[in-house]
């Protein structure tokens, strides 16, 4: 698992070849800590074949707007620097990240 910041996002999330997954998450955000140790399991278990990354938006507030990440939690895939699907808030469930996980690996 990759820990992003604002000056290491461009060149390991916008400028990698491939899919990476990307965990937007924040210091008071519940629901981004009680992913962390499932999140951390996909990378263990799918991290041969996709870069896992994750960004702490409270560090990087313009950097998230930026990518459009208006609400927490956030997983997101990128191909070749593109965002390809998210899941968001009320979405982002285990079944439901490792299921868009699967269908990039």
Do not use: W
Not at 13 to 26: M, R
Not at 59 to 79: E, N, S
Request: some cysteine.
């Amino acid at each position: 698992m990759v820990e992003l910041d604002k000056n290491t996002f461009e060149e390991e999330v916008l400028k990698a070849e491939g899919y990476v997954f990307v965990d937007f998450f924040g210091d008071g955000c519940v629901p981004c800590q009680a992913l962390m140790p499932f999140v951390h399991e996909m990378a263990d278990k799918y991290g041969d074949k996709l870069k896992f990354t994750s960004l702490n938006t409270t560090k990087a507030r313009r950097l998230a707007i930026g990518q459009k990440i208006l609400g927490l939690p956030v997983m997101a895939i990128y191909k070749d620097g593109e965002k390809v699907e998210e899941v968001v808030k009320d979405d982002a469930t285990q079944e439901n990240i490792e299921a868009m996980i699967k269908k990039y690996i």
